[in-house]
C-alpha cells in the first residue's frame, strides 16, 4: 500500500472547517492516502454543560465519568464524526466514519485511577483501516477506544481517548508518510511566544520538561514523537488559516517540524 498520511483535527478547526474539508476532498482526487482523526473537547464541553455538568481538564486531557464517557461517546463517535464524514462526502469525496471501537481499530487501558475512564492507547489493529483505504475510502476516526485491558467488573466498554495518541499511534502503526495536527496555533512556540520552526526529538522533549509546553500541546508532542519510530515527519501546523492542509501537502512553510536529526535534509 501507498504511504499514508495522518491529519488529527483539533477543536478550533472543526465547524469553520469548509476549507479544511475541501483539502481533504482534493487530496484523495489527487490520490494521496489519508486518514483523518478528529477532536472536539469543546463541543463536549457544551453539551456537557447543557446538562449542568463541568469537566475538569490534566495536561489537556478529561477527567471521565460514566456520565461524561456516555457524552464523549454519543457526540464524538456521533455527532462531530457525521459532521465531517457527510461534508466530505457531499464535496464529492469519499469517506468512512468510524471510531476507535469500530473493527477494534484502538485497544486502550485506563490511563490511571485519577483520569477515570479516560485511556490510553495499547494496540492498534489497522486492518480495517486498510480495507477502507484499499477501497477508496478516507476513514474519519473518532477518539473513543475500546476497553481491552484490566477492565473493572461492569465497567464500560469504551474509553475517552485523546484524538492526538490516536493519531500518533495509528500513524505509528501503519508507518505514516507524515503526521500533521492541525491546532488553533501557529506551532509550537517557545517562552517568549516566538514560533519554534525546526525540533529535534530530544528539544521537544526538553520543552515539556521545562514547562515552556503545557496543556492540549503535551499530548501533541508526546504523539509525534511516538510517531517517529517509523514515521518521517511530523508537522504541528495552524489550522485555522484557510487551505492550511494543502498548503502544507505542497510544500508550505509555517509551524513546527519535529523530525529525528538523521532526517533532516
Ligand atoms: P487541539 O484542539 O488542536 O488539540 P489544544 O487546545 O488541545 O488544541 O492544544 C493546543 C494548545 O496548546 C494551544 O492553543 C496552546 O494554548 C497550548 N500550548 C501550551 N504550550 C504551548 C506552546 N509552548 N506553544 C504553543 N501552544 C501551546
Ligand atoms: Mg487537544
Known sequence: MDKVIVVKLGGATLGSHDTTIEDIVE?????????????????VSEWLSRQGISSRFIDG?????KAMLEMVTAVLGGLVNKEIVASINNLGGRAVGISGVDGGLIQGRIKNEEMGYMGTV???????????LQSGYIPVV????LHSFDRPNKAPPMLNINGDPVAGEIAAAIGAERLIFLTDVVGICDSSGKLLSQLSPSEAEAL?????VSGGMIPKIRACLRALSTTSITRIIDGIQPHALLREIDGGSGGTTIQRLSGVG
Open 27 to 43: 487530496l484523495q482526487r489527487r490520490g494521496r492516502l489519508l486518514v483523518i482523526v478528529h477532536g472536539g473537547a469543546k463541543v
Open 61 to 65: 486531557e478529561r477527567v471521565t465519568d
Open 122 to 132: 495499547v494496540k492498534v489493529n489497522f486492518a480495517l483501516l486498510e480495507a477502507l
Open 142 to 145: 473518532a477518539p473513543v477506544s
Open 208 to 212: 515539556m520538561t521545562s514547562g515552556v
